[in-house]
C-alpha cells in the first residue's frame, strides 16, 4: 500500500442549493429541493433539512411532497451552477499544479512531494477558506493517502467540514463506518451484502477476497480493496480538451438538409448514450462541417452541464444551421462533445419529466443489452429489408423457436428476457420504465 501519498477531495455541500441559498438568504435552514416541482419532476438535489426526511437525488417530486409538504420546490437554474463549478475549477488551477475535476462540484489534488513544502492539512485547510471567502459556497475536503479514503473522510466530515486520515489511523477510521459509505455500492450489492450480515466495513474487511470475488466478481474484488483502504487509482490531470466526437464522411456530397440533420441526430443520440454510461456530462458542444471543396468551418458553444439528447440535439441543429453558412455540397458532419465531467444522471437529467427521466433510463438498458442502434429516433430509422418484390421481410417467429432448442439454458433465458422486453414495448406503444430487472 502507498502510505505516502496526499490526497484531497473536496466537494461542495448541495451544490445546486447552496447556489440559490446564497441568491435568497431566506432559504438558508429550510427544507429545499432543486427539481421535482409540478406532478411529474424529478428532485435533482435538495438541503440537507430536506434530507432529514428521507428525500434524496432522483425520488420523484411526489414522493418529496409527501414526505416534506412544506418542502419549498425550486425549478433551478444550470446555468449558474455550471458558472459557479467553473468558478471553483478556476480557483483550484491557479492554486495547484495537479487535480481532477471528479464531477459538477467535486475535485481531487494530489499533493504528494508538496508536504515537504506546505502542510498538506494546512494547505488545504486554506484553499477551502479561500473558496468559500470567494464563491460564498460552502465545501467540504478530506485528506488521506488515496481518493477512495479522502472522499469517505469528507462525506464524513459533511457539512462544512475538513478531515484527515493518516495512515496510522486508517483502520480506526474506516472498519466501523457501515458499508454503504464505501464510494460506488449501489443498492443491490449493499443489500446482497447486508443480508449476508455484512454490515460494517470491519466485517467486509474479513470475508476472503476469493470468496469476495465469487459472490461479485470484479466489482466485489474492488470492494474489498476499497473496504481495506487500498485505491492505487492516480488523481488524472483535468484536461479541457476532454472529449468525445464522431464524424461521418458522406458516399456522395449532399445538400440535404433533412438527411443532414437527421445524420447529426443519430450521432448527438450516441454520443449522449455514451456519456450517460459513463456516468458524464458535457459543457461544451462543437458542429463541424466539410464543403466539397475541403474547406473545414467548425462552431462551438459553452452549455449548462447535461447529458440530455434532447437539449443537445436542437443545440447541434442550431450549430449546424450556423455554420452551414454557403449552399455548396457538404463532404463531411462531426459533433464533439467536450469538457466532459462526471456526473450522476439525476444532474444530467435534470429538471425534466418523470416520464422523460424514465424513458432514458430505460432507452440505455436496452441499448446495453442490444447495442447503441437498438433504440433509435424515428427519424433516423432506414428503411426495413425487403424482398425482390418490394414486400417487406418479416420476422419468423418459427426460427427462432428452432434456435432455443440448440441453446444452452443461458442463451434461452437470455432470449426469454428479450422477448419480455418486446412484448412490453409492443403493449404499451412506447416504452416504459419496468423492465427486465
Ligand atoms: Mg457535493
Given amino acids: 500500500m502507498d502510505k505516502e501519498r496526499q490526497i484531497i477531495h473536496m466537494d461542495q455541500d448541495a451544490f445546486f442549493v447552496s447556489v440559490e441559498i446564497r441568491k435568497n438568504p431566506k432559504l438558508l435552514g429550510k427544507p429545499v429541493i432543486i427539481g421535482g416541482g409540478g406532478d411529474r419532476g424529478v428532485v435533482a438535489s435538495c438541503s440537507y433539512e430536506a434530507r432529514q426526511y428521507g428525500i434524496h437525488s432522483a425520488m420523484p417530486g411526489r414522493t418529496a411532497k409527501l414526505l416534506c409538504p412544506q418542502a419549498i420546490f425550486l425549478k433551478g437554474d444550470m446555468e449558474e451552477y455550471s458558472k459557479a463549478s467553473h468558478d471553483i475549477t478556476e480557483i483550484i488551477a491557479d492554486k495547484v499544479p495537479l487535480f481532477e475535476k471528479a464531477s459538477i462540484d467535486e475535485h481531487y489534488i494530489d499533493m504528494t512531494g508538496m508536504d515537504r513544502f506546505f502542510g498538506c492539512m494546512k494547505f488545504a485547510s486554506e484553499l477551502r477558506q479561500t473558496i468559500i471567502k470567494e464563491m460564498g459556497l460552502p465545501i467540504s475536503f ?224 436496452v441499448r446495453n443489452h442490444y447495442g447503441a442502434e437498438a433504440v433509435v429516433k424515428a427519424c433516423i430509422v432506414t428503411q426495413p429489408p425487403r424482398d425482390e418484390t418490394g414486400k417487406i421481410i418479416k420476422y419468423n417467429p418459427r426460427k427462432k423457436k428452432i434456435l432455443i432448442e440448440n441453446q444452452t439454458e443461458e442463451e434461452q433465458q437470455e432470449v426469454r428476457k428479450r422477448s419480455k422486453i418486446r412484448s412490453f414495448m409492443s403493449e404499451k406503444g412506447t416504452i416504459g420504465t419496468k423492465s427486465y430487472d
Fill in 142 to 365: 478530506g485528506l488521506s493517502i488515496n481518493k477512495t479514503v479522502a472522499k469517505i473522510a469528507t462525506n464524513e466530515s459533511k457539512p462544512d467540514g475538513e478531515r484527515q486520515v493518516a495512515f496510522p489511523e486508517l483502520r480506526p477510521f474506516l472498519d466501523p463506518l457501515a458499508i454503504h459509505k464505501i464510494p460506488g455500492i449501489g443498492h443491490a450489492t449493499y443489500k446482497k451484502l447486508s443480508e449476508m450480515g455484512v454490515r460494517e466495513i470491519l466485517t467486509l474487511t474479513q470475508i476472503p477476497q476469493q470468496l469476495m470475488f465469487k459472490i461479485l466478481g470484479q466489482h466485489g474484488l474492488s470492494l474489498w480493496q476499497k473496504a481495506n483502504g487500498i485505491d492505487l487509482s492516480p488523481v488524472v490531470p483535468y484536461r479541457e480538451r476532454k472529449s468525445i466526437g464522431t464524424q461521418a464522411t458522406f458516399e456522395s456530397d449532399t445538400m440535404d438538409m433533412a438527411k443532414l440533420k437527421a445524420i447529426i441526430t443519430g450521432m448527438v443520440t450516441g454520443l449522449t448514450f455514451q456519456l450517460r454510461n459513463q456516468k458524464k456530462l458535457t459543457a461544451c458542444i462543437t458542429v463541424t462541417v466539410r464543403y466539397t471543396n475541403f474547406e473545414t468551418v467548425t462552431q462551438q458553444e459553452r452549455i449548462p452541464y447535461t447529458s440530455l439528447d434532447s437539449f443537445l440535439i436542437s443545440k447541434a441543429h442550431s450549430l449546424f444551421e450556423k455554420v452551414y453558412a454557403k449552399r455548396m455540397l457538404l463532404r463531411l458532419v462531426g459533433v464533439k462533445l467536450s469538457h466532459l465531467v462526471s456526473g450522476y444522471e439525476q444532474i444530467g437529467l435534470y429538471n425534466i419529466a418523470e416520464e422523460e427521466y424514465s424513458l432514458y433510463q430505460a432507452m440505455d438498458k
